[in-house]
Structures are given as structure tokens and as C-alpha cells.
């Protein structure tokens, strides 16, 4: 019989942009299934050849290649920054888009990442936007209603694996009704199983029949499926067993989210929780941040395949199914990139066809040129662990001024200090006009009470929102709100194109759960 290696459940993370001995040993010694990109591990110089060393050491101990995986999700969540094309995320997509767009977007993203050697794009999401949910889905959300989720995330998936590379719908069983960000610690989702099956299940049932490589678990518990063990169901055999591979059929790759993140942490140690994950039924756990963790896992793994003949034969049948998913991409090799141009056509007007006007009053709308704006920029900061931390370089203030709107910025943290606060209110009473911006406003009180001061100090003032939707309904007094469902470059042009005018946006609610006709 055949030896198992326990580091062919396992996709790692590591530290650097090279090649480092800890790296090697993973490749050669563990023979781990993949790794796992960050940007800690991506530069401009450096990357193509990693992975080019990466590929020649998994040739010397197999024929099947490594899994190269990466969050390039669009919008909040991309990796890769260069060399790709900025689509304005999920949500933008889901108000805005055709299937055929999703597919061309789908297939774009997996042309561009195979072109620089991955072969595994950790995406789409196909967790419903909820208004209750927590920050961690949020605009990474195709939308609320499953038929439209399940419509975009499978062109999604069809334009990625058309393209050649395995792409990955999360987080099963659905994590949108997810009040706490799993990140941190575990959520319970109370919702009945008919509720489950009818609504959340949909966009993954879709998935699967299109076929789809691989599906990654959710942290959150499910009662309804799990019963009184409130585990993460990235743990429960009911979920992963039952669920996904006996009732909804799967036969393809189910991989872990991160095993490090706090709802794991707060049940049991990473190592059992790996060991668990592949008892439930999970192919491969995955494993990014901690390299200590990593040894610990590799170590307990390795003694649990000797001891445990349940464990062993869930194993075999996972590495039937990897190597069968990994066969499919033997001949893999890199593409040339689309013509960027189209590609960058497609993201603009994907992000102009999204951004809504909820509400306009007093006829804010367009700007009037001859005037100064002072632009109240909440800085982007990654808020949740897996988003980027910056917005690709690009201001909303730089957008403004292309348009020919005079403008000054005045910037200000997520929750700004009382200092920072005072500074801006000072600032603000010398103002022609104020454009407000907030991000994700309902997490943090001191944003909301500086954007409620400013409107009610200044009632003209024009709030657009970057993020969450929801921030549009906890300023009833703003007489102008503008959602832009993203901040991504697109994004940020397409929201100064409208409030120059050049843009006409459409009128109509954006079919989101929360953000109704009351609104507009």
C-alpha cells in the first residue's frame, strides 16, 4: 500500500519572496499539496522566479504539479497588483453586471494569474449579503438574492476554469447571516435548516453543477445542520460529509479556510483542528500564517495517519480526488495576457453601471465646477484581516480633480480621535462644498459621529459611501447619498464621474437586502 504523506494535505503559507530553506523542506520533504501567495510574498522582481523555482523543485519528487493558490477576488481582496486588471469587486458586479461579463471577468482574472504561475484562485465568494452580516463579507458579497448570486458566481467559475485554473467557491456552507468575523471568533448562524438549504445552499449548488474544482468550508457553526455541537463546521463531519459530498454530490476538493484564524483557535488547537478537518471530510487544510503551527501540524499529522485507520482511509480517498484535480492541470503553462484595453473596459463600465444615487434632495448633483471641494477622505485600512490594505495608489481626490473639480482633501482614520474629530470640523466651517465619504461607518462610532456632526453643520454636504451599503441608512440626514460599493480605481473614477455629471447613474435600488426603495 502506498505511504501516506501527510504533506499532501496540506497548502502552507511562508515568509519571504524566495526560495528559503524552510520553503524547500515544505516542497521536497513534506511534499506539501500547495502554497498559499500573500502579498508578503509577491514583488515586482522576484515573484516569477519563485515560482519558477517552486515548479522545478515539485518536479523532482512528482509528475503533478503544485498548487499555486491566491485570493484574487477583485475589489477589496486581490493579491496580485500589478500586472492585472482592477475589476471593482463582487458587489459592484452583482448590482451591475450580465452573466457573460461575469464569465469574461472570470476568465480574465484566471488568463492574468496563469500568466504569472498560479494555477488556484481562492474565489469567487458565494456567501449573501446580509445587512446584519459582519464586515468580513460585506462588498465581497455578490448581492443577497441567491438566484443572482448563483447566476454570477457560476459564470465566474466557468470563465475561470475555462481559462485553466482551479477556482474555489466559499464559504460553504454560507457565511453572509455571519454576525462576528470568524477571523476573530466563532460565529453560530441561527437560521433553520429550510432557510439554509433554500437560500444559502443555492449559489453553491450552482457551483457544483457547473462544476467547480474545489470548495472551501466555512468557520461559522450551523446548528440546523450540526445539531448542539457548536464547532466550526470546517470540523463537522455532518456539514462536509453529509451535506456537501452525500446530499449535495460534490466529489470534488474541499479545502479548509485558514486553520489559524480565531473561530478555530477558540475550539481547539490548529493541530487537532487539522487533524479534525480531515476526519470531517476536508481534502486539504489549509495553514497561512504561523510557521511554528505548521511543524506542530505536520508533526501530529504524522503520527495520527500511523495510529488512526479511519483517519488513514479518509486520506487515501482525498488524495484520489487531489491527484485527479491535479491531473487536469499537467499541462499547464502560462498564457498570454487579453488585450488589456477590453479588459479595462469591462472593469469601468462594470463599476460605472453600479454606482447608485440613493437619494439627492436638494439637487446636489452634478457638482458645480467653479467651486472648491473639501473631500473628508476616510484613509482605506485594511478593517478585515484578509482585504488589502490600501487602494491601489489611486485618491478619490486625483479622480475629482480629472474631472475638473477643484478639490482638497482633509483625511481621517476609521474611528478618528476627538483630536482628529475637532481638526476636521474646524476645517470643514471654511468649505465652499463637502463631500463626506464613509467606510464601513456602522463598525465605528467616533466615524459616525463626525460625519453626523458635519450634516448636521452642513446640510448641503454630499456623503458617498465606499464600502458597506448599510452606511447609507444610519445617515438619514445626509439630502445626497451616493454608494459606490467599492473602492477599487474603476470604482473610485466611476463615483467622480457621477458627481461631475459625465456619468449618469442609474436611478433604481441596487437589489440588496437593507437598501430599498426607502432609500432612494
Known sequence: MNRLFPGEFMVVGFEGDTVNPALRKYVLEWRVAGVILFKRNITRNRTAALLRELGKLRREISDLPLLIAVDQ???????????????????ALGISASAEEARRQGKITAEELRRKGVNMNLAPVLDLYSPSGSSASGIRSLGSDPRRVALLGEALIRGMQE?????????????????????????????????????????????????????????????????????????????????????????????????????????CPVPEASRLALKAGADMVLLCHSAP???????????????????????????????????????????????KKESNELAERIARRAVRVLRDRRRSLPFDK?????????????TVEVENRESAGLSLEDCL???????????????????????????????????????????????????????????????????????????????????????????LRALAGVISGRIEAENKAPGLAGIGPDYT
Open 163 to 267: 481559462a485553466g485554473i482551479v477556482a474555489t467557491a466559499k464559504h460553504f456552507p454560507g457565511k453572509g447571516k455571519a454576525s462576528l468575523d470568524s477571523h476573530l471568533s466563532l460565529p453560530v448562524i441561527n437560521r433553520s435548516a429550510h432557510q439554509l438549504e433554500s437560500e444559502d445552499l443555492v449559489p453553491f449548488r450552482a457551483a457544483i453543477g457547473c462544476g467547480v474544482k474545489a470548495i472551501m468550508t466555512s468557520h461559522a457553526a450551523y446548528p440546523a445542520f450540526q445539531g448542539k455541537i457548536n464547532c466550526p463546521s470546517t470540523l463537522s463531519p455532518e456539514v462536509l460529509k453529509g451535506i456537501l459530498r452525500r446530499e449535495l454530490k460534490f466529489e470534488n476538493l474541499i479545502i479548509t479556510d485558514d486553520l489559524g484564524m480565531g473561530a478555530i483557535r477558540d475550539y
Open 401 to 491: 480633480i480629472q474631472e475638473g473639480l477643484p478639490t482638497k482633501s482633509h483625511d481621517i482614520g476609521v474611528n478618528p480621535s476627538g483630536e482628529e474629530i475637532e481638526s476636521c470640523l474646524r476645517r470643514a466651517k471654511k468649505a465652499e462644498r463637502l463631500l463626506l465619504t464613509s467606510y464601513d461607518a456602522y463598525n465605528y462610532q467616533n466615524q459616525i459621529r463626525l460625519l453626523e456632526a458635519l450634516l448636521k453643520e452642513h446640510p448641503d454636504a454630499v456623503l458617498a459611501v465606499l464600502k458597506d451599503p448599510r452606511d447609507a441608512g444610519i445617515f438619514p440626514r445626509a439630502a445626497c447619498v451616493i454608494a459606490s460599493f467599492g473602492f477599487s480605481p474603476p470604482s
Open 73 to 91: 477576488e477583485g475589489g477589496s481582496v486581490c493579491r496580485f497588483r500589478e500586472g492585472v486588471t482592477f475589476f471593482p469587486g463582487n458587489m
Open 293 to 339: 503551527e505548521r511543524e506542530k501540524v505536520f508533526s501530529l499529522l504524522s503520527e495520527a495517519v500511523k495510529k488512526d485507520k479511519a483517519l488513514a482511509r479518509e486520506l487515501r480517498e482525498s488524495g484520489e480526488r487531489i491527484r485527479r484535480v491535479k491531473s487536469e492541470l499537467r499541462d499547464f503553462s502560462p498564457l498570454g495576457l487579453p488585450r
Open 370 to 382: 467653479k467651486k472648491e471641494t473639501l473631500l473628508i477622505r476616510v484613509r482605506p485600512e485594511r
